[in-house]
């Protein structure tokens, strides 16, 4: 088997930088180990900075997202058990999306299954096992993988390592200079068929811990409260959810208390591997760098790294240029330092770190306040909080 780009994982990076280099008539073929139902099903980020939006509207993408995605203007800070908003569109001009991960996702396998390749190779083979990386400081890289019970090799001229902080990508690269820190508390986060308890979302520091009202829907809403790594979701029933929820977010009825029926635990880590690029293998989103979600800029970090991919690849094949591609990673990292940044300090200021500390309540508090009640201090959040300008 042969094509232009090999790509593996099917996540938002990797079917994107499919159809960003589909639309510009370059081959690709898109490898991942799980089953199309896993990946489509798969809950992860749900809000879209305004670029990631006009990035996905712009490769044709967008239908379903402007039809149900819901378009921010504000979000709010609560603390001392009192709400704060920052009105980001008025300072900034610009919105944000709630639209689940996995409903990109599903727009862009189907825009990759319906347009098919150039080469006339399958866009997207599912269930994929012992994928590996060859030959990746040469000309002629390839993939070889098993698929449907048969071995296979899949030659190509680049690769896009696009398969997540697990991934075989990249652990396939020697040298690697990795800069990490892991929080000492974690997410439990909850889907609830419920009236979202606000229409912008919450952010609330509470003496407690943190908690975060979302959704990713009118009728679905997302919540998250602090907890340690290590807590036993089995210790969480149903009730004892609410009633956090209830005393964090320092709300009563408007909290509609519907069926969860979805539980799970997110580790917190700020990680990024400043080798982006080893010959022809480029690592995009998560392969590269994981943020603590309280800035929301995962899946939007990664929808930046392919935008700069995809157009060093476009100039590659049309021209033979490689400059873009030489400053993949220097570009890249540009934009990723400033968005972990911006969520090392969201979670720095709502999150309860020590046991029982009255210093880092009140410098906590002070932030808040200040980035509450000054315009220059609600202009900084708003700024990154809707997305920082591409510089690709």
């Not at 968005?339 to 720095?348: E, K, P, V």
């Amino acid at each position: 088997m042969r094509t232009q780009v090999g790509i593996i994982g099917a996540g938002p990076a990797g079917l994107l930088l499919s159809h960003l280099l589909h639309l510009q008539g370059i081959d690709s073929v898109v490898l991942e180990a799980r089953s199309r139902s896993y990946v489509e099903e798969r809950v992860r980020a749900g809000l879209l900075e305004q670029g990631s939006v006009d990035t996905l509207t712009e490769a044709g993408v967008a239908d379903r997202l402007h039809r149900e995605g819901l378009v921010h203007h504000g979000i709010e800070l609560r603390y001392d058990g009192v709400g704060h908003r920052i009105p980001v569109t008025d300072l900034t001009g610009r919105v944000v999306t709630i639209y689940g991960q996995q409903e990109v996702v599903k727009d862009l396998i189907a825009a990759r299954l319906a347009a098919g390749t150039h080469s006339g190779n399958p866009p997207i083979l599912f269930e994929v096992e012992d994928a590996a990386v060859h030959d990746v400081t040469s000309d002629t890289p390839r993939i070889t993988f098993r698929h449907g019970g048969q071995d296979h090799v899949l030659d190509c001229a680049f690769i896009g390592g696009c398969d997540g902080f697990h991934g075989i990508c990249r652990p396939a690269i020697p040298d690697l200079k990795i800069f990490e820190r892991v929080y000492p508390f974690a997410w439990l986060g909850i889907l609830s068929r419920s009236r979202p308890v606000s229409e912008e979302l919450i952010y609330a520091r509470h003496q407690d811990g943190f908690a975060l009202a979302t959704m990713r829907s009118n009728s679905i809403s997302r919540l998250y409260l602090q907890c340690t790594p290590e807590e036993d979701i089995k210790e969480w029933p149903d009730a004892r959810i609410w009633e956090e929820l209830h005393r964090r977010l320092g709300v009563g009825s408007e909290l509609e208390e519907g069926e969860i029926f979805q539980k799970g635990v997110t580790p917190m880590r700020s990680f990024v591997c400043e080798t982006m690029r080893h010959g022809r293998l480029f690592l995009a989103g998560d392969s590269a760098h994981i943020v603590p979600p309280t800035g929301a800029k995962g899946m939007n970090l990664a929808i930046a790294d392919i935008r700069v991919l995809a157009r060093g690849l476009e100039r590659f094949f049309a021209k033979g240029d490689t400059d873009l591609l030489d400053r993949y990673s220097e570009i890249c990292l540009r934009r990723i330092w400033k968005g972990q940044r911006f969520s090392w300090w969201m979670t720095s200021m709502l999150h309860r770190f020590g046991a029982d500390d009255p210093f880092e309540h009140r410098v906590q508090v002070a932030e808040l306040e200040y980035v509450s009640t000054s315009k220059a201090g609600m202009t900084t959040l708003a700024e990154n909080y809707v997305g920082l300008p591409y510089e690709v």
